[in-house]
Nanobody, 123 residues
Framework: QVQLVESGGGLVQAGGSLRLSCAAS????????MGWFRQTPGKEHQLVAC????????YYADSVKGRFTISRDNAKNTLYLQMNSLNSEDTAVYYC????????????????WGQGTQVTVSS
């Protein structure tokens, strides 16, 4: 089993920044590809960004490209999401997720999920 715990969410003004962290424990974090998803009421989890096990390859949704940066520190078993130039459309619950097998861009291939952290952007 893998346990994922997100932190760093909160209330921020439009144009501001936040950095989310996801601490992993359990199995070998460095073997997993990881992703950040977000969810708003009544909608499915939306992939925001994902990163390969080595950190050598990343993907971003068009809506966050150029504003968000995903990274990982395998020595610290931690995943990050730096979010800049936030706007009201970024308001959501953000989840980190991971898996060892599958397509990092496919929501259904993620086996382990955190409990989520709320990000609220005020205009």
């Amino acid at each position: 089993q893998v346990q994922l715990v997100e932190s760093g969410g909160g209330l921020v003004q439009a144009g501001g920044s936040l950095r989310l962290s996801c601490a992993a424990s359990g199995r070998t974090f460095s073997n997993f590809f990881m992703g950040w998803f977000r969810q708003t009421p009544g909608k499915e989890h939306q992939l925001v960004a994902c990163i390969t096990w080595s950190g050598g390859s990343t993907y971003y949704a068009d809506s966050v490209k150029g504003r968000f940066t995903i990274s990982r520190d395998n020595a610290k078993n931690t995943l990050y999401l730096q979010m800049n130039s936030l706007n009201s459309e970024d308001t959501a619950v953000y989840y980190c997720a991971g898996s060892q097998w599958g397509d990092p861009r496919s929501r259904g291939d993620y086996k382990y999920w955190g409990q989520g952290t709320q990000v609220t952007v005020s205009s």
